[in-house]
């Protein structure tokens, strides 16, 4: 007989992709059992179906926690939304819900988003069907330990809340896609659901209009430009972008001088001016101090209005840079092989048909037809700026993809087991505790087979590099530094030695010919503004800052300089005027340089650590300049604190707390 399924809705925020893993997995698996599942990102729910928020009767939301407890980017509307205070306490009495939240408890806000998430929905009047999941990163097999549990939990009081009509457990009816089969349902703690290709991949003649349509300066470039080509139609499929903005994005020019501000989707392309070792050769860790600049629409602007037109970077003290990261060429090169693709090939990349927004795109790529839903990427620039191979360690998902393209056998036996929930912590030591990565297990599992169409949709994507900003924009106008430690560890078990993506590449990297594409975030850090007058001044303020730590307070020192700088030209302006003066500048015979003028400057502590005063002492002329200057002021010793931890008699004995 026919049944109607029961509509599921799935809501998920993730700043990585951990959670939006999760919330396939869970749509995956709410298909076997006969439910209709619609997975979006939150903020795509806000913008297409809010009117119906009330009405659904049963969602999942699986929430991750970034930063210090914030909200991942693609959920930031929704929860505005729901903790407006003019929202009745019974306005979603008939919604059934029930939160999975992913978290690491090595951070103080632990899994914030998920708990707040989880108050606010039984605030508003909504049901838990279960009671709040909680994944912790720092459990031994990661969230898959306590989502393996919450699971089996959560079809079984969905059952319970939605059951079956009698006697549909093996009758004829009709699925969703009306197909009639044998119904069985699967026993809660089955998760054996057959993967799906989240996109069509079609590989593209070298005769094509589409091909060869954009020119870039470099790989990297191309790149970072397939990067954001891949965002944009991922956030086409899931709501967030109508289908005209690829094509509005790709006819842009990715980092063009003028064309508003930048972000992650137009990142700017800043030039490496100097590279330097911040730490003495005899020291264990490479660290750097990179000064990049950026471009500028004018050169030479008086009035203040064109000025700040000019300004498209803009950031404060505190704020975040993000870095996209170019993967090392042998690594696109062996995957290219392993996977026998062609890095010089084309390919149109489209939603999967049955979610296609074009149906007439997959069979009308002769360049004639609308591709609103469609990009074009050759095949290196795709693998270069989207797939990280060679850093981030795969998901279980990947591994169940593998097995689906493996040929019975050692390796197909093995790949099942490390999918499934049995297998989690061996899958942890052989994966998560070794680091291995796409490359690696690829190599290891040589007998599996992945086309690019399942490459493209299960491997982890290459995420941006976030870094503090250590320096002042109005001290350094159009220029941003960056102060970073080139990572370099030995895995626990194959004794591998391994180098930060990022920070690697970073360090490699030649002043004056390297461009880098960035884009600047809000921090977390919020500083008082130094800009104030007397006797309004900004309170004291203690800044603890122990290695590369001491960035965002080397960038708020800077800001407080230059308003130093800037007041005592004030002085000197008045002074010229004939105009009354403070009784300090009297008394330093008008020299405002002198630093007694710090009685213009609230107290200011520097706290920094490290190991070696002779070796990772980073920054010290500035921390002399801004003794001198008086910036840095107050007791004790002066404003400046140090703590060398390696340098006194006895190693663990500090002789300040860092």
């Not at 991942?72 to 003019?86: A, D, G, H, Q, V």
């Not at 994944?135 to 097999?141: A, F, I, L, V, Y």
């Not at 699925?175 to 089969?181: E, L, R, S």
């Not at 994507?461 to 159009?478: C, D, H, T």
């Amino acid at each position: 007989m026919a049944f109607q399924p029961q509509p599921l809705l799935i809501l998920y925020a993730s700043q990585t992709g951990n959670a939006q893993d999760v919330a396939e997995l869970i749509a995956r698996e709410s298909e076997r059992r006969y439910y209709q599942p619609r997975v979006l990102p939150a903020d795509a729910y806000l913008c297409t179906s809010l009117s119906q928020f009330p009405s659904e009767q049963a969602t999942i939301f699986v929430v991750s926690t970034t930063g210090q407890g914030d909200p991942p980017e693609n959920i930031t509307e929704f929860w505005k939304f729901l903790r407006r205070k003019s929202l009745p306490p019974n306005s979603l009495s008939s919604m059934s819900v029930a939160v999975f939240g992913l978290g690491d408890s090595g951070y103080l806000k632990y899994n914030t988003m998920g708990k707040l998430l989880y108050r606010r929905l039984e605030a508003l009047g909504a049901g838990a069907l279960i009671p709040l999941g909680l994944g912790d990163d720092q459990h031994k097999s990661g969230y898959d330990a306590a989502l393996d549990l919450w699971l089996p939990q959560l079809w079984k009081a969905l059952r319970n809340k939605f059951p079956l009509q009698p006697a549909t457990s093996a009758t004829a009816i009709e699925n969703v896609t009306g197909v009639t089969n044998l119904f069985q349902e699967p026993a809660p703690e089955d998760t054996s659901g057959i993967l799906k290709p989240k996109y069509t991949v079609t590989m593209l003649p070298n005769n094509s209009p589409l091909v060869g349509r954009k020119k870039y300066n470099s790989n990297y470039e191309a790149a970072v430009a397939a990067a954001a080509a891949v965002d944009s139609l991922d956030a086409v499929i899931s709501g967030l972008l109508p289908a005209t903005s690829l094509l509005s994005s790709s006819s842009s020019s990715i980092g063009a001088e003028g064309s508003g501000r930048y972000s992650a989707a137009h990142p700017v392309f800043a030039m490496l001016e100097k590279n330097e070792r911040v730490t003495s050769e005899t020291h264990f860790q490479d660290v750097r101090l990179l000064n990049f600049s950026f471009p500028s629409i004018a050169s030479t602007l008086d009035t203040v209005a064109n000025t700040e037109e000019a300004k498209l970077v803009e950031f404060e003290p505190g704020d975040i840079i993000a870095v996209w990261p170019q993967q090392r060429e042998e690594s696109i090169k062996a995957l290219c092989s392993r996977c026998e693709l062609d890095p010089e090939a084309w390919v149109a990349i489209t939603p999967p048909q049955e979610q296609n927004l074009n149906t007439n795109n997959r069979n009308n790529l002769d360049g004639s037809s609308d591709l609103s839903s469609t990009i074009v990427l050759q095949i290196g620039s795709l693998i270069a700026g989207v797939l990280d191979v060679d850093s981030a360690i795969p998901r279980r998902s990947f591994f169940q993809a593998l097995a689906q393209h493996c040929p019975p056998g050692l390796h197909a036996d093995r790949l099942k087991y490390f999918a499934s929930a049995q297998g989690r912590d061996d899958l942890h030591e052989y994966c998560r505790r070794e680091g291995r990565t796409v490359l690696e297990v690829l190599t290891d599992f040589s007998t599996a087979k992945l086309s690019l169409e399942w490459l493209f949709s299960y491997c982890p994507r290459l995420r941006p590099r976030r870094f503090s900003v250590a320096s002042s924009l109005e001290l350094l106008p159009n220029k941003a530094q960056l102060l970073v430690a080139v990572a370099e560890w030995t895995t626990p078990v194959a004794r591998r030695r391994r180098k930060g993506l990022c920070s690697a590449w970073l360090a490699g990297l030649d002043p004056g010919t390297s461009r880098v594409a960035m884009w600047v975030e809000r921090g977390a850090l919020k500083f008082p503004s130094p800009a104030e007058a007397p006797p309004n001044l900004p309170p004291p303020v203690i800044l603890i800052g122990p290695g590369t730590g001491v960035a965002p307070f080397r960038s708020y020192l800077q800001h407080r300089l230059f308003w130093h700088h800037q007041k005592q030209q004030q002085q000197q302006q008045q002074q010229q005027k004939g105009l009354q003066i403070t009784s300090d500048s009297v008394e330093n015979g008008g020299n405002p340089s002198s630093s007694s003028n710090n009685s213009n400057e609230s107290p200011c502590v520097l706290v920094f650590g490290c190991r070696n005063q002779h070796g990772d002492y980073y920054c010290r002329t500035d921390w002399e300049e801004m003794l001198a200057a008086g910036i840095l002021s107050g007791p004790p010793s002066n404003g400046l604190l140090t703590a060398f931890s390696r340098d006194t008699e006895k190693k663990n004995i500090c002789p300040t707390p860092h």
